[in-house]
Nanobody, 122 residues
Framework: QVQLVESGGGLVQAGGSLRLSCAASGLTFGTYAMGWFRQAPGKEREFVAAISRSGGSTAYADSVKGRFTISRHNAQKMVYLQMNSLKPEDTAVYYC???????????????WGQGTQVTISS
């Protein structure tokens, strides 16, 4: 079965950086688009970033554009989210997600990890 395991969350001060990792198993990784989503307390889950199955295309939410970078390593079945210039409003549980797709997708993901907590102090 498909498993996605996130790591790398933690507590950092505003302006700091974190790198989230997602290890995938049970899937032919190179056929899946991958995404990162987040859910803050009392809010709905929202799209953060996505990357196509080849890694050639990426998309970002406006709120993180220029600060976050998504990348993937297909041979290692890993996807990453480099987060710089972090703000308190970035505090949330961050989820890795996967979807079989020929093109870049930002919604409709059907496999999800358990999430990793990111907390940014002001």
């Amino acid at each position: 079965q498909v498993q996605l395991v996130e790591s790398g969350g933690g507590l950092v001060q505003a302006g700091g950086s974190l790198r989230l990792s997602c290890a995938a198993s049970g899937l032919t990784f190179g056929t899946y688009a991958m995404g990162w989503f987040r859910q803050a307390p009392g809010k709905e889950r929202e799209f953060v970033a996505a990357i196509s199955r080849s890694g050639g295309s990426t998309a970002y939410a406006d709120s993180v554009k220029g600060r976050f970078t998504i990348s993937r390593h297909n041979a290692q079945k890993m996807v990453y989210l480099q987060m710089n210039s972090l703000k308190p409003e970035d505090t949330a549980v961050y989820y890795c997600a996967a979807k079989i797709a020929l093109v870049l997708v930002t919604s409709g993901y059907n496999y999800w990890g358990q999430g990793t907590q990111v907390t940014i102090s002001s």
